[in-house]
């Protein structure tokens, strides 16, 4: 269903949020709500609303509190202004509720996008792990931690003038350093498996454990599973993730260092996110700087990766997250349904193992056989004199 009872009022299609925000479709849900594309009507832009969950049906204690939990997120979101950040434009007030209005960036998230091609080549996920890293550097500076950074929360966009850029998204159950929360003390937020293992145990999560996360991110795009893996039991992968033994990166390239530095068991032992992000910049193969990161992501052929771009669809030579030499990159449309057409490999002739000679092969045969007849020879000889 596209409509839903909002404090008495049908909130759907078409509906104006505060009058001014008009709805248009909903995008997708959260923990705290739903996501809904919008048309500012005084600004004439897109814009995203996140809809705080109904305080319909609630006392006035848990109403005020999720009123409190989206107020913070917006006025957390608006310390940023980074490119890698997905902007808060406004807290629009709707029957008395808050709705969030953030930028619009029309994109896939990169657990979208690796549900497609399974992995990313480690040159792509540097760039993205630089990215992400720079606009959580700079919130770390306000004394913004995220604490719940995955594969989901980072966006890529995938169509439009913006095709390739990464942001950042979701301060949701972001905290203020020092800021005291108000939740259930035994309750963890966040997403289990890019936990960091402090955090498994009872620890409050802070900027070390968001470099913890963002590592186990980037971990997963590169190696296709969590750096813990899975499991249906989410108390047997809390387990494994406090105890803090990481399954060996195999496929990271070039990132291995860091990544593991990244995923240090001992969070006083991990960089922080600023000298994450600069060691990440420092090993993207064309030695851009800082200055440069404000650019779309680039594949080894120079255009944007193919799995970045709408309309693409998973495939068997997807899985390794690279695209078959000598194929197009996929089209833009949403009609676009191919697959990538399977690479041929022909083993080459099968070749018998050479035996090193011995004395019962050619020529040491025949050797043998001469000395022998000359022996023979002598013995008669000797017998006739």
């Known amino acids: 269903m596209t409509e839903q009872h909002h404090g008495g009022r049908i909130v759907g299609p078409d509906y104006l949020l505060a009058g001014r925000y008009r709805l248009d479709s909903k995008l997708g849900g959260g923990g705290m709500g739903s996501v809904w594309l919008a048309n500012d009507t005084l600004l004439h832009r897109k814009v995203a609303v996140k809809q705080v969950t ?22 957390m979101a608006a310390r940023l202004d980074n490119p890698h950040a997905i902007a808060m434009h406004d807290v629009a007030l709707d029957g008395g509720e808050p709705w969030l209005v953030m ?41 913004i931690v995220h604490r719940d950074i995955k594969p989901g929360n980072i966006l890529i966009a995938d169509r439009g003038a913006a095709l390739g850029m990464v942001k950042i998204s979701d301060f949701g159950i972001s905290r203020a350093t020092g800021e005291k929360d108000d939740d259930d003390s035994d309750v963890i937020t966040g997403t289990p498996a890019y936990f960091a293992p402090e ?5 409050d999560p802070d900027e070390a454990s968001d470099v913890f996360s963002l590592g ?35 496929r990271s390239g070039a990132m291995t260092a860091i990544l593991l530095r990244m995923l240090e068991p001992d969070p006083k032992r991990r960089p922080t996110m600023g000298q ?19 650019s779309p992501l680039r594949a080894a052929d120079g255009a944007v990766p193919y799995w970045a771009r709408r309309g693409s669809t998973s495939g068997s030579t997807e899985r390794s997250g690279q695209r078959p030499s000598g194929t197009a990159p996929f089209a833009t449309g949403p009609a676009d349904t191919r697959r990538l057409p399977r690479t041929s490999y022909a083993p080459p002739p099968f070749e018998p193992a050479k035996r090193k000679p011995t004395l019962l ?14 022996l023979i020879l002598i013995v008669v000889l000797l017998i006739l004199l």
């Open 276 to 294: 994450a992000r600069d060691e990440l910049i420092a090993l993207q193969s064309d030695g851009r700087t800082r200055a440069s990161l404000n």
């Open 216 to 250: 186990a991110t980037l971990y997963t795009a590169t190696e296709g599973q969590p750096p813990f893996g899975t499991a249906a039991d989410t108390r047997e992968l809390l387990h494994r993730v406090a105890l803090g033994e990481i399954q060996p990166p195999r």
């Open 54 to 75: 109904t305080t319909v049906n609630m006392d006035e204690a848990q109403a005020r509190e999720i009123r409190r939990r989206a107020t913070r997120e917006g006025r």
């Open 199 to 203: 955090v498994a145990r009872g620890a």
């Open 103 to 143: 930028e619009y960036l029309p994109s896939r998230s990169l657990a979208k996008a690796l549900g497609s091609v399974g992995r990313i080549p480690p040159s792509e996920v540097i760039q993205i792990g630089a990215r992400v890293a720079d606009a959580l550097a700079e919130a770390h500076t306000a004394g």
């Open 361 to 374: 092969t050619q020529p040491y045969l025949s050797m043998a056989i001469a000395a022998l007849a000359i």
